[in-house]
């Protein structure tokens, strides 16, 4: 059976199709702690399952635990992607994102399973470039042993919303980073663009007016 990635700034999500019209979605923040190995017990960190990567003295807590560990012990998480590409700033994103993609997506039920990846569109108001991004996952998946294939992400809107519709209408993806649009008609897209600001810029926003921090603001 196929599968459907979605690696966003905040979230990375799969999603597969079971028995009958039941589609199962597995997801993870997009998020790393790095904490001092002394602060915890490794063998607490195995049997709970959490995504971790340890290197001498440090390890690296990864995804959903990311988030929940920066709560617990008051430290900022670092995030592998800014503005719905791979961040340029964070020279670890590359191995955190294989890693939590790995957890989501799974080990393919046979060798060549076909994933969708969703990728962004061009974004309209800056010079960032998707291109950079949208291979380096597909070769992530396809590294795990899965046959690739990249669709725009306002058109995965369009073919998840507008079934009803001929596939015709206006697909619009707002995430943490990115807003993505696009325009289909009989599920081809005509237009196509992104605009590289999303629930992350509102937050900053809200933050600088309010002077409340960042992370409380966040949802
Ligand atoms: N209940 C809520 N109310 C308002 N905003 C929310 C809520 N839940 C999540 N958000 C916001 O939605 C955004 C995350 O959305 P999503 O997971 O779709 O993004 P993403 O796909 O990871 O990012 P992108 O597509 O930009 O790379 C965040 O900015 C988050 O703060
Ligand atoms: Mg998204």
Redesign the pocket.
Known sequence: MAKGL????????SAEKGKGDSISFAQQR?AFLEMEAGDLAQNMLDSAKILYTQKDNMINVLGEDAFKFSNVFNKSIRRP?K???ISPDEKESIPMIKLIIERVLGKPEKEGEIVYI?V?ASPVDSKVNVLYHSKTVEALAKRFGYQTHLID?GLAVVFSELGDFNFTGIGI????????ITVAYLATPVVSFSIAR???W??EQVSSATGVANER???
């Open positions: 979605d690696v966003g700034t905040m979230n990375i999500i997009n992607m503005q719905g590409i969703s962004p992400e993806s707002v995430g943490a980073g990115m807003t993505n999303g629930g992350d509102m937050d603001i966040t949802q």
